[in-house]
């Protein structure tokens, strides 16, 4: 997702600055741009050069694994933050919207969205390619949708996996790339199951958005799973194309849902 960004960047002429974080930022998302590397912990520092640079928006993209306090190791600028926010018994959503509020009204920045600067990136209605959900699917979609909605109001997981009726597995802290691995360990015998992938209700769309991507495809296709239903308008789909190319060829289907 960062790289796709900095080429839809490049694309439209529009200056790019590329703050990446060790540990987490892939490298070739900094090549041919102009960036700057940081610990995680160092708000300071990374607040520092947004602003040397010149930066007036801000994309929230790409995988971070949240740390312990311990790992963070933060400055004096994340301290403050967590003093004033109280963010450590919140979940991920409600830590992104602390951080977003803190982007823009103490830091003067204007957080936006990934669908701000890509266009038709998020899934949309119905049956995306050749295969569609068969009954058995359906049963799985709706009771994974259900399952989801319960999760989400506490701010935990946006993704299960459910075969005939029985939850293999939520997502936690984990990811949908380690659930689907583990969920392989756990498929019964019989018809497939699925991926359901949703937003959290009321989630902040500006960072954290369910995504889906062609590893996404090859997990699934790995867990002997059917399809993947995500949330239409709410889910990233990486290079959507290949995707459903992919999906297709798998015998697999994607589909996106209405809003619970």
Same mark, same amino acid.
Not at 9 to 24: I, M, P, T, Y
């Given at each position: ?38 610990? $995680?912990? %160092?708000? !300071?520092? *990374? ?8 930066? @007036?928006?801000? +994309? #929230? ?86 399952? $989801?909605? %319960?999760? !989400?109001? *506490? ?8 075969? @005939?009726?029985? +939850? #293999? ?92």
């Amino acid at each position: 997702m960062p790289r796709l960004l900095v080429e839809a960047c490049q694309e439209q002429d529009r200056a790019v600055f590329v703050l990446a974080f060790n540990g987490f930022t892939a490298p070739e998302t900094t090549q041919d741009v102009e960036h700057a590397w940081v610990r $995680l912990g %160092a708000a !300071g520092t *990374a607040l520092d050069r947004l602003h040397e640079a010149g930066v @007036e928006e801000l +994309v #929230l993209a790409g995988p971070i694994r949240r740390p312990s306090l311990a790992d963070l190791r933060p400055d004096a600028r994340v301290i403050k933050f967590f003093a004033r926010a109280g963010v450590k018994a919140l979940g991920d959503d409600g830590l992104l919207r602390v951080v977003i509020r803190n982007l823009e009204e103490d830091e003067g920045f204007r957080v936006i969205a990934v669908e701000d600067v890509i266009s038709d990136i998020t899934a949309t209605r119905g049956v995306l390619g050749k295969h569609a959900p068969d009954e058995a699917a359906e049963q799985d979609i709706a009771r994974g949708v259900d399952v $989801l909605q %319960a999760l !989400g109001a *506490a701010d935990v997981g946006q993704a299960v996996v459910v075969q @005939e009726g029985i +939850v #293999l597995g939520v997502e936690a802290v984990e990811g949908t790339d380690a659930l689907l691995a583990r969920c392989a360990e756990l498929r019964r015998e019989g018809v497939g199951g699925v991926l359901v992938k949703l937003s959290k209700p009321g989630q902040e769309r500006r960072a954290d958005l369910p995504t889906i991507g062609l590893d996404t495809v090859m997990r699934v296709r790995e867990a002997g799973l059917s399809g993947i239903a995500v949330e239409a308008g709410r889910t990233i789909i990486l290079t959507r194309s290949k995707v459903i190319e992919e999906m297709d060829a798998a015998g697999l289907f994607l589909i996106g849902l209405s809003a619970p």
